[in-house]
């Protein structure tokens, strides 16, 4: 079994895709047109459907929201220096992945 490394909990959190955004605003209305009773996979799936039939105009506006929280992860990340013990896992890790490549 692979041995599981702890996660930095006081890192910085990724910025948000767009995709995820889009997501967000449209996965309530999806749901209500495909009926209550359809699956989270069948509602994912219209939405990704959508989100590739939209142009790049009408994605701008997730680009935008992805771009704002982008910056936000950059301040945050400018003063985050991790832990001792996160960085001794992170090496581990690295390591371990490294030894068990065929």
């Given amino acids: 079994m692979r041995k599981k ?12 895709r767009p995709f995820i955004f889009f997501l ?5 209305s999806v749901q209500e ?5 359809t699956g989270n996979g069948e509602v994912s799936k219209e939405c990704g459907r959508r ?3 939209m142009t790049p105009g009408e994605k701008e ?11 936000r ?4 990340s400018k003063d985050y220096k991790p832990s001792p013990e996160i960085v001794e896992n992170a090496r581990l890790s690295k390591l371990h992945k490294r030894l068990a490549k065929p």
């Fill in 5 to 16: 490394y702890l996660k930095d909990l006081n890192a910085p959190k990724k910025p948000t």
């Fill in 61 to 71: 506006k997730y680009n935008k929201m992805f771009r704002e929280d982008n910056k």
């Fill in 24 to 28: 967000i605003s449209v996965r309530k």
């Fill in 33 to 37: 047109e495909l009926g209550f009773a």
């Fill in 73 to 76: 992860y950059q301040e945050a």
């Fill in 51 to 53: 989100w590739a039939s």
